[in-house]
Each structure stands twice: as C-alpha cells, then as structure tokens.
C-alpha cells in the first residue's frame, strides 16, 4: 500500500492514499486529487501502482513534474521516499507495508461505558468552514523549476476540493486523510491505507467508499464499534461536520463540495408564461365584452326602428 504525504499551512500532515490503479492529478474537477494552483496543468501527471512499484508519467504539464529534482520525461519508476514536485506543491511517496499485519496486533482494547460516553462530546467548535472552489479553471501559470521550488515554502498546498477525514484527538491527531475515489481502509493494521496508532482501532475498523459525490462509512465488526454524531452506526454516508469516534480517536469529516450545497439556494421556480391569445384576454378580455354588447345593443335599436 502507498500514499503521498504532504503537509497544508497549518503544519499538518496530508495523506493522499492511492487505492487506485491509476490516479490523476490537475487542476481539472475530474482528477482523483485536484490542485488548484495556478502553476498546475490541469492534466498535470499520472501514478500507476502496478506490482508492488509506483511509476508516474506526466502528461505534457505546462511547467513539469519533477521527482527528486529531475524533470520526469517518460513514465519512470517512483521509489519510496522520493520527493515529487508538481506544480508548486512537494509531495513524498511513502509505504505502510512495513506496517504490523492485523494478525500480528495486539488485542485491541476495549473501552467502558464512561469512556464512551466521554468520546461523544460536542466538537461543532473545531470544525472550520472552508469556501467553495472556483467553477473556473484559468490558463495554467508557466514558471520555471526555480520560481516553483520558491513558491512551495512561500505557501503549502491547496486541497480545499477534496473531502477528507481529519483526526482531531488521538494519538495521530493533526493528521488529515484525502478521501481520492475509491475504497478507504481504516485501522491498525498493515492492509489500511487510512492507519490509526490507536490501541482502541481493530486491525480493519472501518472503511470508506467514496463514488463521486457519495461517501458511505461502513463498520467492519469492530471490537469498539463505530459512533457518528453520537450515534453507534454501521453502515452510514457521511456529510459535511460530520464527528466520527473510533475506539479513542475523534475525526471530523469535511466535504468542501457539500459547504457549497449548504449556502446555495435554488432560485423559485417561475410560472410557465402564458400563450399570447390568453394573455391578451386577460388584458383586454372585459373591454372586449363591453364593446360587443355595445355593438349588440346597437344593432337591436337599428331593427327596431327599422320595422316603425
């Protein structure tokens, strides 16, 4: 299992796990992770983990990518520890194999009912609102390789696109998890992509789907179990604010896409315009009946005088 880490301007540790065969990187909203700097392509490069090894390919990038300060040319071979630079954002490749195996964890360790209830405090205060992202893509910024290794210690990366899972207390607290299409592992064990030091976390404790705008957290018979919001759950999707408590950790779910949806409303849907013929009636419809009743009267006081 691989993953990138980075780090935002806060000082916290990203993850980005690749649980794909082949991740896409830009400033495109279809890339598995989005970069929205200027200095990003929107196609920018591609990682491929195929047996046991991570190659990378960039797709003709306005300004490169660059791994352990070589401009990558073709699809080359990314060994673990290696630094990326893509765009002005760095990157470095890492590995959770020489993780211990579930079989080979401790037993995990149970929690009372105080302690349980003690994790189910309100956290509404630690949750951060972050903007929407912008509709637009601009024209890709050309710098050189110099400007974009400046640019990286001048501002850290800019995921604000990407839902994710950050841990805000536990023994990996400052850890944020970027949730990339796919099937997320949570636990202590070797095969989670999304690993926890918690002795209270099951070798695999949960998992996360995630499938376009749709993200489903499943238990997975944990020996602790799983509580959303308060509330001991199985299976559930998650939304934006959203605390998850699992075994002695606290994370807060944030969806960047759902901030969005919350402060739209939809405009009134307006009443289909009517044909002009009734329209017209409606205006004039009373005018017109008074000018042939008129013209009726008329025509009966002509007849009348007509016969004397």
């Known amino acids: ?7 935002d301007d806060l000082g916290r540790k990203l ?6 065969v ?5 400033r495109d909203p279809s890339s598995d992770i989005v970069l929205q700097d200027e200095d990003v392509s929107r196609h920018h490069c591609r990682l491929y983990v195929m047996n046991a090894q991570v190659k990378i390919k960039d797709e003709d990038s306005a300004n490169g990518t660059f791994v352990n300060n070589v401009r990558v040319k073709d699809m080359i071979d990314v060994t673990v520890g290696a ?3 893509i765009g002005s954002n760095q990157f470095y490749l890492r590995s959770v194999e020489d993780l211990p195996e579930e079989e080979n964890l401790q037993l995990t360790t149970m929690l009372t009912v105080d302690q349980l209830r003690d994790m189910t405090q309100s956290f509404d205060s630690l949750l951060d609102q972050m903007p929407p992202p912008s509709d637009q893509i601009a024209t890709t910024m050309v710098a050189d390789k110099e400007q974009l290794l400046e640019n990286i210690y001048q501002k850290k990366i800019n995921l604000k696109i ?11 607290k400052g850890k944020k998890f970027l949730l990339t299409p796919g099937e997320h592992r949570i ?3 070797g095969n989670c992509n999304i690993h926890l030091a918690d002795p209270m976390i099951s070798g695999v404790h949960a998992t996360v789907e995630v499938d376009g705008a749709s993200i489903i957290f499943t238990d997975e018979g944990s020996r602790n179990g799983s509580i959303l919001n308060n ?3 199985h299976t559930h999707p998650l939304h934006h604010k959203d605390v998850l408590v699992l075994g002695g950790t606290k ?7 759902e901030t969005k949806g919350d402060s739209y409303t939809p405009p009134a849907e307006l009443p289909a315009e009517p044909p002009a013929v009734v329209s017209w009636l409606a205006k004039y419809g009373v005018w017109v009946t008074v000018g042939i009743a008129a013209l009726a009267l008329l025509i009966i006081i002509f007849v009348l005088y007509g016969l004397n």
């Open 1 to 7: 299992m691989f993953q990138l880490e980075s780090s």
């Open 15 to 20: 993850v980005f796990p690749l649980v794909k």
């Open 22 to 26: 082949k991740t896409t990187i830009g």
């Open 83 to 85: 630094e990326l630079i």
């Open 162 to 172: 990407h839902p994710s899972l950050e841990v805000i207390y536990g023994p990996d």
């Open 187 to 189: 636990g202590r064990g």
């Open 231 to 233: 509330k001991i759950v």
């Open 251 to 257: 994370m807060k779910f944030v969806y960047p896409l």
